[in-house]
């Protein structure tokens, strides 16, 4: 069975930063790509940011200039480092690998902003 598995995830400062990992184990014979989504209480589930296996980068234009995602194939994790994070960064944050036409995801790791 895959998993992926989140941490980094707690309560911060307006202005603070926060890392993000995920770790992916299992059976997974391809990851055409990794990426972070987040949900906010009331609202829809949206794209942070995505990598693929070759490197190139995807970012939501809210977090464009203050998250970075990187990943370590050799070792199927991704990374979200997160600064000058603000109240409306709060969310469920949550990792998704797609392999093939499936999707894994991870149970969401919560990061609280304070003002």
């Known amino acids: 069975q895959v998993q992926l598995v989140e941490s980094g995830g707690g309560l911060v400062q307006a202005g603070g930063s926060l890392r993000l990992s995920c770790a992916a184990s299992?059976?997974?014979?391809?990851?055409?790509?990794m990426g972070w989504y987040r949900q906010a209480p009331g609202k829809q589930r949206e794209l942070v940011a995505t990598?693929?296996?070759?490197?190139?980068?995807n970012y939501a234009d809210s977090v464009k200039g203050r998250f970075t995602i990187s990943r370590d194939n050799a070792k199927n994790t991704v990374y979200l480092q997160m600064s000058s994070l603000k109240p409306e960064d709060t969310a469920v944050y949550y990792c998704?690998?797609?392999?093939?036409?499936?999707?894994?995801w991870g149970k969401g790791t919560l990061v609280t902003v304070s003002s």
């Open positions: 990598i693929t296996s070759g490197g190139s980068t």
């Open positions: 299992g059976m997974i014979f391809s990851i055409n790509s």
């Open positions: 998704k690998i797609s392999s093939y036409s499936l999707q894994y």
